[in-house]
């Protein structure tokens, strides 16, 4: 069984650039969650995606989005992006949606806007 | 809104003594409350869970309590160990969750 892994692992960016994250599921997983993780805080909720459709999304603004893959793969874009957009993106897999599953966390990417 | 908070933001233990960690919540209509370890350089891994109409669960060295009069959360971490030593964060969860600030847990050998 594969568990989720993220790309990159690292990444620097300058303030109005554009960025794109990976994500690939946990072998047999349907649904996508991304959170963002500022240093000393705990992950806070982007959006979801499950079989493709986005279901569900936190308080973040349109420059954050997202796609879902057929094979549930999954990426995180991130546009004009801002010095406050330093942080490590998490990636969680689970299986089915909308009801409670355990999710699945990857190592997540750290980004770092300078 | 939601949130999910902890009372202390670090918590120093001896090896070999028992841990307790604890945890606010403030939404009443979550139907399960997780908690999550988090080592240096990886992702949240899942501890244990408890569901909304349960008082105690255990695992393996841990216990979870739940309060849902004063909508409170602790996680008991029997005889510490070195390899315990990371950020604990607890969780409320619907299909999504909504995470506290953490607490860092640090083992005294």
């Known amino acids: 069984e594969t568990g989720v892994t993220q790309s990159p692992t690292h990444l620097i960016k300058t303030r109005g650039q554009q960025v794109t994250l990976r994500c690939s599921s946990q072998s047999g997983h349907n649904t996508v969650s991304w959170y963002q993780q500022a240093l000393g805080q705990g992950p806070q909720f982007i959006f979801q995606y499950y079989r493709e459709e986005e279901n569900g999304r936190g308080n973040f603004p349109p420059r954050f989005s997202g796609l879902q893959f057929p094979n549930y793969s999954s990426e995180l874009n991130v546009n004009a992006l801002e010095l406050d957009d330093s942080a490590l993106y998490l990636c969680?897999?689970?299986?089915?949606?909308?009801?409670?599953?355990?999710?699945?966390f990857g190592p997540g990417t750290r980004l770092t806007v300078l | 809104g939601e949130s999910v908070g902890l009372h202390l933001p670090t918590l120093s233990v001896q090896e070999g003594d028992n841990s307790i960690i604890n945890c606010a919540y403030s939404?009443?209509?979550?139907?399960?409350f997780i908690w999550y370890k988090q080592e240096s350089g990886k992702g949240p891994q899942f501890i244990i869970d408890?569901?909304?109409?349960?008082d105690k669960r255990q695992g393996q060295r841990v216990t979870v309590l739940l309060n849902k009069t004063v909508k409170h959360l602790s996680l008991q971490i029997a005889a510490t160990q070195p390899g315990d030593s990371a950020v604990y964060f607890c969780a409320e969860s619907g299909n999504k969750l909504v995470f506290g600030a953490g607490t860092i847990l640090r083992v005294k050998s």
């Open positions: 939404n009443s209509a979550s139907d399960y």
């Open positions: 408890i569901r909304s109409n349960m």
């Open positions: 969680a897999s689970s299986l089915d949606d909308p009801s409670y599953n355990e999710q699945f």
